[in-house]
């Protein structure tokens, strides 16, 4: 299997590529910063939990923050069209009031379907996408794309993200993509009856929600809130090990 390099992916998305040494990748992971973070600092994550039999590609978010907002030009969102929440002063996430669009367009068309499955011959249930706040609200929409519509993807994980309302309903009635939803305690998510994850329950067919028992949508940061990561990564990665070279795939 070729390996991807920097210059296959789109320049916005400007990606960090790692490959544990010693492997021989049969899985390929997308791993998409939250709203105000790049690519070059959110790489540390996948680096250290250093997957086996797995591609890790960092994209970076494709539109830079304002100037005002950004003087040293190193945060970056996944909308181009950013507004300020009003309750609380600070950018807002929403993907209903910052649409993230065009940014789903590259990672699901531009990332997946022409570079990954068309050029490089990745088989779609071998590709992961995992995003953060923002990033994972773009994860979630991205098997929902046109492009990847008759297809299902290897496994979404979303730490605090959500579908937005404005999304176009799938061609089929519930995606296969297995989802892992991952939040805090004060999460929409994690509301009684919550709407925000009916709205995933809805058009995905395997969906596990998972609540940590911290408030915020933070990152992992011990080896308990990995923990259910980890085990649905161990179902859904796939594996050669064992495997001889020369064996064929049949089906």
Known sequence: MPLPE?????????????????????????????????????????????????????LNPPFPLPVPLDPDGTSHSWSDDLHVDASTGSLDADPDSSPTSRAV???????????????????PDHIHVFGYGQGGSVALAVPLHASLSSLSLGGVMAIGGMLPLSLPAPSKTTNRTPVLLLSGSNS????????????????????TYHRWKKAGDTMPKNR????????????????????????????
């Open 6 to 58: 920097a210059s296959d992916f789109p320049t916005s998305l400007n990606p960090t590529i790692h490959l544990p040494p010693n492997t021989t990748p049969t899985n390929v992971i997308l791993f998409l910063p939250g709203l105000g973070d790049n690519a070059s600092n959110f790489f540390s994550f996948p680096r250290a939990l250093n997957l086996p039999d797995a591609l890790t590609i960092t």
């Open 188 to 207: 929409p998510l994690a509301a009684a009856d919550s709407s925000s994850l009916k709205r995933v329950k809805g058009v995905f067919e395997f969906v």
């Open 105 to 123: 367009d590259l990672v699901a068309r531009d990332v997946i379907h022409d570079t990954l499955i068309a050029k490089q011959g990745y088989r």
């Open 224 to 251: 308990e809130e990995v923990l259910p990561m980890m085990q649905f990564w161990a179902r859904c990665l796939k594996s050669r090990r064992g495997v001889p070279d020369d064996a064929v795939q049949v089906s």
